[in-house]
């Protein structure tokens, strides 16, 4: 067998800036204590720069969780509860529409939509959410239903996947959420989420998503018992299916918050390893065209440090998020369109109102029209 040479930081440099593709041993280099923070940051930058310019995009977004009620008890996940947990709802039609309709009063371009799997919801249930909502509000674009989600569903029907995103399309699904990934090495993924769809089921959800033209996203949840390793063969998985489809759209790193959960003898991520991790996420994930900073969990001002360290995205305005805050988040319950804007600005990066798939939106007073795709150099 040939073994690449060791790497060192020289040679990353290089590959770095001849847009070469970094191996598992090179993204276990960065994760190395004596690779500096800034070393990292300059070296994303310059990735992030090639991208996407200047620009940092935002969107305005409202999330809607149908219900908390869940059959998985994922030790991370301070947002489930039992059915008969007073903390547990389910939301009605008249409840789901009036958010549609409060979205729309706010000027929001998405709709975030994931929950728990409710003991007593049939698969048509999931399917009316989207077919009411689509149906009041056909300009608001669905973003719902992680790839856990569509697992359960197949459970719940015996349906193939490809079956059951042809019901979701035809109701008025837009496009699927990166939630549900955690970690994918069964080392991790047994220990934090046993139950749920493995990896292979949750990359096959997005293999046959991009196959029938869907845009995804997807995440890692770091932070908890994972190690360097688990976290780079996370990366390259992803990597391996955007190399087969270019269906990914954005990759997003989320910081495990501990509180309430059943993991909360464990520390919160500190911003040094946000920051850390969002840089080799840019760097390893070289066929994504965008990073995001999520400032829900990031805190406001690591997501704004964020900008200069690979990622090229904050995520949006954002209504009634529930799984970070039930899990101890400090930050707003949202921003307005001036106070995300301003976060943009003071970083020297340029705003940019886009939509869930990344196509300018111009606005004229409470009136909104999509214009062209941003080009990511990807
Ligand atoms: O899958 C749950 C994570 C995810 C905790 O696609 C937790 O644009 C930290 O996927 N601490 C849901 N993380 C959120 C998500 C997401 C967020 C923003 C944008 C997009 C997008 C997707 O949140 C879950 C899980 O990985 N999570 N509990 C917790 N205690």
């Known amino acids: 067998m040939i073994r690449s040479a060791e790497p060192t930081l020289a040679a990353l440099w290089e590959k770095v800036d001849q847009g070469q593709r970094l191996s598992l041993e090179d993204g276990l280099f960065l994760w190395r204590s004596d690779v500096d ?96 909502l689509h149906d009041a509000y056909p300009t608001l674009h669905l973003k719902a239903w992680t790839a856990v989600e569509i697992n359960w569903f197949q459970h719940l029907t015996k349906k193939p996947v490809r079956a059951i995103l042809e019901d979701m399309i035809e109701a008025g699904l837009g496009s699927l959420p990166g939630g549900g990934a955690e970690i994918f090495h069964p080392e991790v993924r047994h220990r934090i989420c046993e139950h749920k769809a493995d990896a292979s089921a949750w990359l096959d959800v997005h293999r046959t998503a991009h196959e029938l033209g869907l845009r995804t996203n997807a995440t890692m949840l770091y932070g908890h018992i994972e190690k360097p390793f688990h976290r780079i063969d996370h990366l390259i998985r992803l990597r391996e299916l955007q190399d087969e489809t270019g269906g990914f759209q954005t990759f997003i790193p989320l ?124």
């Open 255 to 378: 910081a495990f918050h501990p509180q309430n959960t059943g993991l909360d003898h464990l520390k919160k991520p500190s911003g040094v390893f946000d920051l850390r991790t969002m840089a080799i996420s840019r760097l390893m994930l070289d066929n994504f065209p965008h990073i995001k900073a999520y400032w829900v969990m990031l805190g406001i001002g690591t997501a704004q440090a964020a900008l200069s360290f690979g990622a090229d995205d904050l995520d949006g305005t954002v209504r009634h998020e529930l799984i970070y805050h039930d899990a101890g988040a400090h930050t707003p319950e949202m921003l307005t369109v001036e106070q995300i804007r301003r976060l943009i600005e003071e970083t020297g990066h340029q705003p940019v109102e886009r939509d869930t798939l990344y196509r300018r939106v111009i606005r004229s007073g409470s009136q909104w029209q999509i214009g062209e795709p941003v080009s990511a150099g990807c």
């Open 37 to 132: 923070l800034n070393t990292l940051g300059r070296m994303a930058n310059l990735v992030r720069q090639r991208k996407n310019g200047r620009l940092a995009f935002y969107n305005i977004n409202t999330h809607l969780n149908p219900t908390n009620v869940c059959v998985y008890r994922c030790t991370f996940c301070a947002f489930r509860a039992d059915l008969r947990d007073p903390r547990g709802y389910r939301m009605s039609d008249e409840q789901i529409l009036a958010r549609g309709q409060e979205a729309l009063d706010h000027g929001c371009t998405e709709m975030h939509i994931v929950g728990g799997l409710h003991h007593q919801m049939r698969y048509d249930d999931y399917v009316h959410i989207i077919r009411i």
